[in-house]
């Protein structure tokens, strides 16, 4: 056990950052540290090493960076994709948007399969765009952060290897790992890009990615030099094969006392209780629960197809007639921290809550409970606001028949 506790706080349950523990916490305030020095080698060495295994993967190479998730968009743009090659983006919300351009402005030709608002592209679809054209690589995001869409990674990458075997798969998973199954190995995905801050239970400031050897063959074997400075595997390969090896290297920087605490949440994912495996029955269930919560007072999901939705996050749409400015901070007097909506053409009709790591992990918390609570009061609470302002008579209707789902919920 962590010997201290974290100061009381507001829960925070947005799809990332997240709770941490508090042993990720205290390790986090480790003493000031050389990056060379000999102590800190193995607790990079194995954060190295535990990255790969977190993904089902015994080949694959890490690269743990100082950065956000979005820098692993750099990596794949500068390292994997020479100027003028085609690229095909499958495109469920608003990080399908911003990988995309960070593609183009690295010099790829992007293609896109933009699917309709709450829905992710089709095996049907990727087939096709793959039958006319030869492209680098397939990339999408396994779980659209603005929208809670969840993508059939697996899927994808069945479909890929068998009309176009050459073409890389790459999956930007920073609201997916470790909330979601992902075996790198098993299904043939080539890049697995994320972060610290969400699943994997981290403060943010760590940019993490996982490479087949397939992409690094490909890396290898590039015409052109890596497009980018800081982003380029050119110089972190060897830090990271170094360390892993059990000694120290440099080329920039690395945040010591972060690794001291994504190690210390490595460790709590794959070398206590509950097991990995374990821990994604626990998202799911944690997942299962926040949604039928919603459903029961009357909100509806924001992925058409709940097959397709997130275990590690949760979109609703607002009830008609709520903004986002009466419900956050209602969920906010009660101490629950919660999103707004994110994508561009949508973002004022719905709310996102996060549900991964230590909050569903450690039922002894009561996060969830807390989360449910909140949200069924403040929905109450903010429809019972809008009884003292004019309303047309469906809309007074329907928030009637949404207070009354609330009661009953709450019963």
């Known amino acids: ?25 205290y390790a986090n305030a480790h003493p000031s540290m050389s990056h060379m020095a000999a102590e800190f080698v193995p607790v990079f060495g194995d954060c190295i090493r535990m990255t790969r295994e ?46 995309a351009e960070c593609l183009k ?3 790829a030709n992007v293609d896109e399969i933009r699917a309709p608002f709450g829905t992710a592209p089709t095996f049907v679809e990727v087939e096709k765009a793959l039958s006319a054209k030869k492209y680098k690589l397939v990339a999408f995001t396994h779980v659209d952060t603005s929208t809670g869409v969840l993508s059939d990674a697996k899927g994808i990458a069945e479909t890929v290897k068998r009309v176009s075997p050459e073409t890389l798969v790459v999956a930007d998973a920073v609201c997916s790992v470790a909330s979601e199954e992902i075996r790198m190995d098993d299904w043939g995905l080539d890049v697995v890009m994320t972060a610290s801050q969400k699943g994997l239970g981290t403060p943010p400031g760590l940019s993490i990615l996982v490479a087949s050897q397939k992409a690094i063959k490909v890396f290898e074997n590039r015409s052109s030099p890596p497009t980018s400075y800081y982003a380029s595997w050119k110089k972190w390969l060897p830090i990271m ?8 290297a440099y080329f920039a920087t690395p ?55 997130a275990n590690g996050m949760t979109a609703l749409y607002l009830p008609e007639g709520v903004a986002a400015s009466d419900l956050i901070p209602r969920l906010l007097k009660r101490g629950v921290v919660v999103a707004g909506g994110l994508h561009k053409d949508h973002k004022d009709k719905y709310f996102r809550i996060g549900h991964m790591g230590v909050s569903v992990v450690d ?33 007074r209707e329907h928030h009637e028949k949404l207070a009354r789902s609330i009661g009953a919920a709450r019963l």
Do not use: C
Not at 370 to 386: G, M, P, T, W, Y
């Open 1 to 25: 056990m962590s010997p201290f506790k974290q100061e009381s706080h507001k829960l925070l349950v947005i799809p990332g950052p997240i709770e941490v523990t508090d042993e990720v916490l």
């Open 54 to 99: 977190v993904l089902y993967s015994t080949t694959a190479q890490p690269f743990i960076i100082s950065g956000s998730g979005t820098l692993g968009w750099d990596q794949v743009s500068a390292n994997l994709v020479e100027p003028g090659e085609h690229v095909l983006v499958l495109n469920s919300g608003y990080f399908g948007d911003s990988f």
């Open 105 to 107: 402005v690295y010099g």
């Open 241 to 248: 094969q170094n360390y892993e090896k059990g000694s120290a």
């Open 255 to 309: 945040p010591v006392n972060l690794i001291y605490a994504y190690n210390a949440s490595l460790t709590q994912i794959m070398k206590q209780s509950p097991s990995l495996e374990e821990r994604f029955k626990l998202h799911k269930e944690a997942s299962r629960r926040v949604k039928e919560a919603g459903a029961a007072i009357g909100l509806k999901q924001l992925p058409q197809d709940p097959a397709f939705a």
């Open 363 to 395: 039922k002894s918390r009561g996060d969830v409970d807390k989360v449910i609570a909140a949200l069924q009061e403040s929905v109450a609470d903010a429809l019972a606001s809008k009884k003292t302002a004019p309303l047309s008579e469906p809309k």
